[in-house]
């Protein structure tokens, strides 16, 4: 017989790369779909503000050409300048801003289309965006509807998502058409009330929601008495929404040097844990302002060689005018944050072991 081939032992980091792979694949797919549906709501928004635009500069120009005089004069230049190519230019010269460039960039690859439409398309197409930004560029679609084929948006093209919300993509040649509801509406149409709210009012064409209590999730109604379903941290007593004390149960976790504290609704941990960052930094504070007032009371030694503290001294050494200030050799054994000194307090600095003696001086 003849050799055997083993199988090779499967790796186990394959299946693990391989599910980081298809993850990073989703990832980039998603954000690049995300990506286009920007882009192409950017493209219909550009597009409206040219047509916009476009149709203010006719309106502004509609009753120019009048040479003054000659009733019949005037009706035959202004029936020629209505449809000459100057009137075009003059409104094409003021359609967008000088710092738009998207704008530009846009009436620039739209020319061809401007004109026709201008020569060839206005009396049978009046509605400029319609036919610029829908029939020929396909950038936009009309309200209520979404997507490539202008497809009607949930709830219907008329009242998209019950006038409750927004439809994602109307307009535009993006999206998926779903709803995004306003804040107190919920479901596929945006046609029923949120979690924490109810129905104040409602007909065939309206619906109109209104916030429960702050503690009911679902409610018949505003009062504390009508709730039907209770927030996190809160239970469900006879229609009424009664705080969990979780300090008096096992559902509060806190540290063993801290102690539990009751909120509505929930709960918190209080102790050496929440103060420690806080003490620290005072300490620190503390300690770095003591080390720059030895500085200067020392004319500049190092301030860690230096500790001292403010101690009592005499009345009579400290009366106003007579300050007495004394500085001895023995080694300093602690040191204390600066306290200011008064009238009744006398500085005293300590020498650490090892800075050399300085002689005992006096001022007075």
Known sequence: MGPRLLPLPARRGAPLLGAALLAGVLLVAAR???????????????????????????ERTEHEGFGGGNTAWEEEKLAKYQHSETRLLEVLE???????????????QSEEHVEQWWFHERQQHPDF????CMDRLALCCPPGTYG????PCAGGPRQPCSGNGRCDGDGTRRGTGLCVCSPGY??????????????????????????????CGRCTGPEDSSCLRCKRGWVLHEHRCIDIDECGTEMAHCRANQFCVNTEGSYECRGQAETAPRL??????????????????????????WMWMSVPAPRSRCARGHRRCARTRRAATA?????????????????????????????T
């Open 148 to 151: 490539p084929d202008c497809r």
């Open 335 to 363: 040191a204390s944050a600066p306290v200011a000194t008064s009238g009744r307090m006398g500085t005293v600095w300590r020498t650490s072991p090892l800075m050399p003696h300085r002689r005992a001086s006096s001022t």
């Open 280 to 305: 620290a930094l005072a300490a620190w504070a503390l300690d770095r302002l003591a080390a720059r007032n030895a500085t200067r009371a020392t004319g500049g030694t190092e301030p860690s060689a």
């Open 94 to 108: 003021g359609v967008c801003a000088p710092s738009d460039f998207t704008c530009h960039q846009l009436l620039e």
């Open 129 to 132: 965006f319609q036919w610029l």
């Open 32 to 58: 690049a779909h995300a990506d286009q549906d920007r882009d192409g709501a950017e493209s219909c928004r550009a597009c409206r503000g040219l047509a916009d635009s476009f149709s203010r500069g006719l």
């Open 186 to 215: 919920g479901g596929p149409f945006c046609a029923e009330c949120g979690d924490g709210y109810y129905e104040a009012s409602r007909n065939k064409s309206h619906l109109v929601c209104a916030e429960c209590y702050r503690a």
